[in-house]
């Protein structure tokens, strides 16, 4: 925990704050940066010769890419602020961990959405089991640490 003179005294279990601010969003933040290159350089669709081959055949699809990647890097300043804000009890840190399990699940969804209608697809063609799960863990992660953070709330008022 970071101390400073303004941090509340803690007398509620935070392993699970401990385990955000320590380990999860320094993760995530590695995960979106490795997510940003792959976007970069269209390693997703195999080497580079694959990636050449789709983008020459989907017009607008690498514009996609790239603009996912640089929405990667966005979420990885975003997952390193919110870790901050959290370790700091700054009344903005749940309400911005909140905000970036919404853009984890909203994310890959507009990016399948776009990607589908540009390569003439439905977006149940193109979205996998990964994904599905992974946008319900987010939902499911909101609610869970809605709860949590409630029931902590009086000890993040810097």
Partial sequence: MEYNSNTPVVDMPMKWHKFLIYFSLWA??????LNAFMMFNGSQYGGESEARMVYNYFDGLKGLDIFMGVAFIVMA???IVTRFSLAKYQAKGP???MAAYA??????????????????????????????????????????????????????VN
């Fill in 103 to 156: 853009l984890n699940a909203a994310l890959p969804l507009i990016y399948l959405l776009l990607a589908s209608s540009m390569i003439g697809m439905e977006l149940g063609q193109v979205m996998d089991s990964s994904t599905i799960s992974s946008i319900v863990t987010s939902v499911v992660m909101i609610f869970a640490n809605r709860t949590y953070y409630n029931n902590r709330a009086h000890l993040f």
């Fill in 95 to 97: 309400k911005l961990l």
């Fill in 28 to 33: 995530s933040m590695v995960m979106n940066v």
């Fill in 77 to 79: 300043v975003f997952a």
